[in-house]
């Protein structure tokens, strides 16, 4: 979970350019807790993922994904048009986090 978490944080602001995630533990006794994941987009208030844009939720989903990938890479990953609910200036830095990770994964 943490490191997921610290991977999360790292991931977050190069994909949005700037704000903050992070994941939350929802209960008390770890067996039992949800996670929950909070973030600020760039000129946006902290709030759950439900609250966000498709986009800002498929920034999201990637920078978690990936997160975990490099915990656990896979061999390879599919991504199914993830890039089609974003504007241009998110495409290109996602696809530059894409470049980068396609070194450990075949995309």
């Known amino acids: 979970f943490d490191k997921v978490n610290a ?13 903050t995630a992070y994941l939350e ?15 600020r987009p760039p000129g946006k208030r ?19 994904v990936f997160a975990i990938f490099r915990l656990n890479p896979a061999p390879f990953c599919i991504l199914d048009e993830v890039d089609a609910p974003l504007d241009e ?13 396609s070194d450990r994964v075949q995309f």
């Open 46 to 64: 902290i709030s759950n993922i439900s609250q966000l844009s498709g986009g800002e939720k498929a920034l999201i989903a990637v920078a978690l």
């Open 89 to 101: 200036a998110n495409v290109g830095r996602f696809t530059e986090l894409v470049k980068e990770m």
């Open 25 to 39: 533990l929802t209960g008390e006794d770890l067996l039992d807790a949800g996670v929950a994941i909070m973030a």
């Open 7 to 19: 991977g999360l944080q790292e991931l977050f602001p190069r994909l949005f350019g700037g704000g």
